[in-house]
C-alpha cells in the first residue's frame, strides 16, 4: 500500500506540477506578449512622429524666404567651382552675410530640435551652408554627388535615406526637403541629419528596439550587440529587397525559428530565445521590431521542477513514515491479535480462539447436515514430569506433544491448547451411519493417541511416555450445545483417564541422561 501510495502520489505531483508550470509559463508569455505588443505600438507611434517631425522640419527651413533667397542665389555652382578644395569653397561661401545668417538660423534650429546637423545644398550637390559653418568641422563647400536622398528631394520634392556619415562614419538618418521658387522650380534642397545614437534614445522600454531598414539591416536599436547587424529573416515575408549598393547589409545573426512553441513569433537569435512583435513606421521604409527575451522562461521551468521535487520528496517522507507507522501499528495490533487468540507457549490456538472456531463450526454443520467433533486430551503424569525434570523440561514436553499431535489431524481439523496439558481437536465429520455410530471417534483416537505414546529427548534427558487421556464425542448440532458438547468431551475425558489409572500398565518410567533436575 506505501508503493501504491508512493507511485500515485509521484504521479499526481508530476501531472500536477507540469500543468502548474505550464499555466505559470503561458501566463508569462501572454504577459510578454502583451507587453512587446504594446511596446511595438507605442515606440512606432513615438518613431513615427519623429520621423513626420524631420520632415516637416526640413519642410519648413526648405519655405524660410531667407532660404529661398541663399538658393536662388547659389543654385548651381560657378565655372571653376567644383576645382576648388572644400576648404576654399567654403571662405568664399561664408564671405556672404546670407549664408552666415541662415547658417545660424539652421544652427539654433538644430540645437533646439537635437538634431545632428541642417544643411542646405544647390543643384550642384554642394553644401551651401550648414548650421556647423562656423566649425571645424563645417561641412560647408561639401559636394555631396549622388547622394540618393538629395537627388530624390530635386526629383521628388522629398528624399530620405539612412547612411554612415562621410566624416564623423556617425550611423545617421537624412530626411531632404526641396526648395521651389515662386514659380517652383528647384532651387536645392534642405536636409534634416538625426544621428542613429540620438535617435535611440527615444527607444525606451523594457524589451529591445530594433529598427530596421529592408534589406533587415538594423539601422537604430537599444542594444548595442544589435547596431549595423543583419536580421533580414525577421523580416515579413516579401518585404525584403536586395541591397541597393548604398550600405553594406551588415554581418548576418545567427537566427532561428523555435518550433513548437506556443506564441507565433519565437525565434533563436545567436542562441538566446526571444519573442518578436513587427511594427511599419509609416512614411518610411523601416519598421521597428521589439524583442522580448525568453531567458527567464528556462529557469523558471527549472525552478518549477525543483519546488515539484521538493514537494514530491516531502510528500514521500511522510508516506514512508506514515507508512512505516501503519506497518508497526499493524504489526502490533496483529501481535496483540496473535497474543489473544494464540498460545504464548505451543503456538497453538488458545481457549478462546478454539472456543470461536467451535461456534463457527457449529452454525456450519447445522448449513451442511453436518456432525461436530470433538476431543479432549489430558497428558497423564504431567505434574511428575514437571517435578522430576524442571518446567523447562516440562514446557518443552507442552511444545512436543503439540507437535506430535498436528502429524495426525485431517486439513479440516483445529488443534489448540485449552489450558495447562489440556490440548483439544475440533473438526467436522460425516453423521455417523446407524451400523457404527462411533466410527468417526475411533478413527480419531486412532490417528492420535499413538502419536503421543513413546521416548522423549528433551534437554539431555529421555523418558518414556504412556501416553494421554483422551475424551472424544461426535455431536449432532442440531440437538446439542457447544457447550453440551465439551461437558461430554470433559467427563469421557475423566472416565478414560479413570480406566487408565486402574491398569496395571507402567504409566511413566524414566531414564535420566546427564538431565539436570530443578
Sequence with gaps: MTLCLATAWLALVTGLGWWMSQ???????DSLAASAEYEVVTTARVMDRLFTEMVSVANMVAGQTQVIQLATRYRADPPGFAELTRQQRAAELTRDPLVRK??????????????????????????VTAS?????????????????????????????????????????????????????VPLGSVTVKFDAPDVATYLTGRHIALIVNRQGRVITTSSEPFMLRNVAALLPPGTLLPPDGEEEPGEPLDIRAMAGSAHADQ?????QPYLLRRQPLA?????????????????????????????AVFGLVL??????????????????????????????PNRRAVLTELDRLFALAKRTQQWVLVAFVDLDEFKTINDTYGHAVGDKFLVEVGQRLSVGLRAS?????FGGDEFIVIGLVAPPGPDDPDEAVDAMRRRLAPLLIGTYAISGCSFDYSGASFGIVSVD??????????????????????????????????????????
Design 413 to 417: 481439523d483445529m488443534l489448540g491448547r
Design 477 to 518: 448440532p442440531s440437538v446439542s450445545s457447544l457447550r453440551t458438547a465439551l461437558k461430554l468431551a470433559d467427563k469421557l475425558m475423566y472416565a478414560d483417564k479413570r480406566a487408565r489409572s486402574a491398569q496395571s500398565l507402567r504409566h511413566l518410567s524414566a531414564e535420566p541422561l546427564d538431565c539436570h533436575t530443578e
Design 23 to 29: 499555466l505559470i509559463v503561458t501566463a508569462h508569455l
Design 102 to 127: 541662415v547658417g545660424d538660423f539652421m544652427n539654433a534650429l538644430a540645437s533646439d530640435l537635437r538634431y545632428a546637423r541642417i544643411y542646405m545644398n544647390n543643384t550642384s550637390d554642394d553644401t
Design 319 to 348: 508516506i514512508l513514515l506514515a507508512g512505516q507507522a501503519t506497518r508497526q501499528m499493524m504489526m502490533r495490533r496483529q501481535d496483540e491479535r496473535y497474543a489473544a487468540n494464540y498460545d504464548a507457549l505451543t503456538d497453538l
Design 267 to 271: 525565434w533563436l537569435i545567436d542562441g
Design 132 to 184: 556647423n559653418w562656423a566649425e571645424s568641422d563645417s561641412i560647408v563647400g561639401m559636394i555631396y554627388s549622388g547622394r540618393p536622398y538629395l537627388i530624390d528631394a530635386l526629383r521628388n520634392g522629398k528624399g530620405s535615406s539612412f547612411g554612415i556619415a562621410r566624416l564623423l562614419k556617425t550611423p545617421s538618418y537624412f530626411v531632404a526637403s526641396r526648395i521651389d521658387d515662386a514659380n517652383d
Design 283 to 311: 512614411g518610411t521604409p523601416y519598421q521597428l521590431f521589439t524583442l522580448a527575451s525568453l531567458e527567464q522562461l528556462a529557469p523558471m521551468r527549472w525552478q518549477h521542477f525543483w519546488a515539484a521535487g521538493l514537494v
